[in-house]
């Protein structure tokens, strides 16, 4: 099929882009890599009437380091995340993630800004922004948000972004030095889209976690930050312990069901991911021999 027939305009700065999102109103669409949105309208699954195309600011493009907070503009391709020596020093958790994202010919052109505003349930870059409690930055005709990624994620393909504006950056905090992470997915094969998956972050210190953040995708409407994991945090983990916190992230979930799966292989797969990765985050495999309880 081919896409209906639109207007295009190639946008020649953020504050053109801005211009033409107010004059074109909702019948405007954002185009960054294409690589969801040129799908979606060769599907006819929306028909927007006008493109701006975003692709060329170079404004919106690369990756920086300033104190504990590391920059990526939202035009940085999936391709550039995963070749940086900043991102694998600094958030290394985005860079193992983003190996799962689609395939090479997606991710030269995928961006981290067109993967967060698309905003797929299934996908590994939105979930990651939560683990890593991550800021996103929004520019629209009244000036500039910043929105914690736990609050930007409102629904299938819904996000706190209104029609006119922009994502322009995220904000990562750097991983501290005792910190570490982990990122596992289940998929019919590498690069499809999760049936389950999860990214986390944790500071370890001895035998115990000072601080655990996992965020499941796949599992819900959007990225799911676990409460449950809070009953790990401080404590000697124990069997009986990890058992209680999977069953009650199996609680907390609420899964779709659909061709790949149903909602509690989606459950049964997000405990025995949280079972596996506290057992690597902890290096004690005796916590998965059991399996999740
Ligand atoms: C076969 C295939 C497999 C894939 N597998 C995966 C996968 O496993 N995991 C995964 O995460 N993704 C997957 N993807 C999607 C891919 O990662 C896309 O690159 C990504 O979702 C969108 O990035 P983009 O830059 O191409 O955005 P675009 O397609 O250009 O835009 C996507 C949406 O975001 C909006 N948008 C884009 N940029 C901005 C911005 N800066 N501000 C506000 N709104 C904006 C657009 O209007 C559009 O609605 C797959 C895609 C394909 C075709």
Known sequence: MKASAFSYARATSVVNALELLVAHGDSAKLMSGGQSLMPAMNLRLISPEMIVDIGE????????????????GALTRHVDLQRSPEIATHAPLLTEAIAHVAHPAIRNRGT???????ADPASELPA????????????GPKGERRIAAGDFFRGIYQTALSPQELLVAVEVPVARKNSTHFFSEFARRHGDYAIAGLAAQATV????????DMAFFAVGDRPVLAKAVNRLISVPVTPA???????????????????????????????????????ALLGRPDLAAGGPG
């Open 57 to 72: 600011l170079a404004e919106l493009r690369g990756i920086a380091v300033g104190g504990d907070i590391l920059s990526i």
């Open 112 to 118: 981290i800004g067109g993967s967060l505003a698309h």
């Open 128 to 139: 990651c922004m939560v683990a890593l409690n991550a800021t996103i930055i929004v520019r």
């Open 205 to 212: 210190q001895g035998d115990v976690f000072n601080g655990l």
């Open 241 to 279: 312990l990890l058992s209680e916190a999977s069953a009650a992230l199996a609680a907390e979930l609420d899964p779709q069901q659909d061709q790949q799966a149903s909602a509690s292989m989606r459950r049964h797969l997000a405990k025995v991911l949280m079972v596996r990765c506290v057992s």
